[in-house]
Every structure is written in structure tokens, then in C-alpha cells.
């Protein structure tokens, strides 16, 4: 399988705090995105970082990504309830730039 | 950013039964994709829809059980066909941002329970 994995499965932490997540991949990409989707709904777009970049921010988010371990983390600082969601780390890869391959998620939980 | 609608939101159906999800976008686009989402799980894609052409499946999907329509530039449907419970699943359509993009626009998904 392609499907990138996606560490920890799920994550609950309190209102304030910080929130990190991890995906590891398997083949040579062009891009690694990250999706976040509330309540099985469909997925918003939240960052996304080239193979020739190692570091991306974006108001609270901040991504790395490591080729030479094929590997990318999602921090969320100071977490809101509202930040509550699924978080999915999607791959697009060298040649078919169009299709992503997407990991295995994040469950986060943001309680007060 | 393209804003993209499903129909329907969610259905229930009798196994043997096929279903036909529409997916509308307010404007034109290159690619569209259909992506299954099972229970708890992440999302694998189907297919490519090209207009003008047959789609693209991928592997472990096929024609004969998710036909795939692409009339326009703005709108697609997906069929599952003869569905059996475990086709119960969320099923998303998504767009590219824009020619040639890297990143995606999602519509809200049709959830199917199948029993």
C-alpha cells in the first residue's frame, strides 16, 4: 500500500495546549499536504510544503517535512475546541501530481 | 475557491440496490476525483473523472461496479452499483484548486449505509 501513516491515532488535549502529529510515507513525493475534517464531513485544506522545503508556517500551524526519512509533523499551537477534528497527511507524489495518496488520520480532541 | 455540492447527503439502501451521487461545482474545472472514506478509516481514491473521457480507476476499483460520469466541466456522478453492506462508506468528490494544482477542494460527502 501507498497509504501513508499517521501517528498518534488519536490525541486529546486541553484548550491552550499544543498539539503535534506525525506522518511517515513511503515513496519519492513532490509535496506533502495536511487536511484537517470535522465530523466526517469533507476535508478543507490546511497546509502544504514542497520536497524542497523543510519548514512551513501558517498562522498557528507550523509543518516540517524530513525526505531523508520520509516523514512530516503537523504542530497545532495553542489549541481551541474548535481545532476538534480529524487531521490527515496527504502525499502528492513524483508523476502524478494530481493524485494524492492520503495517511491513516489523527483523531484530535480539544477539551476546556 | 470552488464551492462543491453533493446530492445526496446521506442514504440508506437495500443491498442489490444502486445508488447514482452527483457532485456540482459553481465553476469549471479540469480534474475531479471520487474518493470512498470507509468507517473510521482515511480516504482511498476511486477514480478520476476526465471530461470527455473514460475515467481513470484506480486499482482494486472497477468500471462495472463504480461507473463514473463526466458530461461537463462542472459536474460528475458516481454509481455503486449491486452494493452490498460493505459498500457503506462516506463517498467525497474533490476538485483541483485550480489547472495544474497541487492542492484539492472537497465537497461535504454522501454518507451511504448499505443493508
Known amino acids: 500500500s501507498q497509504q501513508g501513516e499517521e501517528d498518534p491515532q488519536a490525541l486529546s488535549i486541553q484548550e491552550g495546549e499544543n498539539a503535534t502529529m506525525n506522518c511517515s510515507y513511503k515513496?519519492?513525493?513532490?509535496?506533502l499536504q495536511w487536511y484537517r475534517q470535522n465530523s466526517g464531513r469533507g476535508l478543507v485544506h490546511l497546509i502544504l510544503?514542497?520536497?524542497?522545503?523543510r519548514e512551513k508556517h501558517s498562522g498557528r500551524l507550523r509543518v516540517t517535512l524530513d525526505t531523508s526519512k520520509k516523514s512530516s509533523s503537523l504542530l497545532i499551537t495553542a489549541s481551541r475546541a474548535a481545532d476538534t477534528a480529524s487531521y490527515f497527511c496527504?502525499?502528492?507524489?513524483?508523476?502524478?501530481?494530481?493524485?494524492?495518496?492520503f495517511g491513516t488520520g489523527t483523531r484530535l480532541q480539544v477539551t476546556l | 475557491s470552488a464551492v462543491i455540492s453533493q446530492k445526496p447527503s446521506r442514504d440508506i439502501c437495500q443491498r442489490g440496490t444502486s445508488l447514482t451521487i452527483q457532485c456540482q461545482v459553481d465553476?469549471?474545472?479540469?480534474?475531479m476525483f471520487w474518493y470512498r472514506q470507509q468507517p473510521g478509516q482515511s480516504l482511498t481514491l476511486i477514480a478520476t473523472?476526465?471530461?470527455?473521457?473514460?475515467?481513470?480507476?484506480e486499482s482494486g476499483f472497477v468500471i462495472d461496479k463504480f461507473p463514473i460520469s463526466r458530461p461537463n466541466l462542472t459536474f460528475s456522478t458516481l454509481t455503486v452499483s449491486n452494493m452490498s453492506p460493505e459498500d457503506s462508506s462516506i463517498y467525497l468528490c474533490?476538485?483541483?484548486?485550480?489547472?495544474?494544482?497541487?492542492?484539492?477542494?472537497f465537497g461535504p460527502g454522501t454518507r451511504l449505509l448499505v443493508l
Open positions: 474533490s476538485v483541483d484548486s485550480s489547472i495544474g494544482a497541487e492542492t484539492q477542494y
Open positions: 515513496t519519492s513525493i513532490n509535496n
Open positions: 510544503i514542497r520536497s524542497n522545503e
Open positions: 496527504a502525499t502528492g507524489n513524483t508523476g502524478t501530481a494530481s493524485k494524492l495518496t
Open positions: 465553476s469549471q474545472v479540469t480534474m
Open positions: 473523472a476526465n471530461q470527455g473521457s473514460e475515467a481513470t480507476y
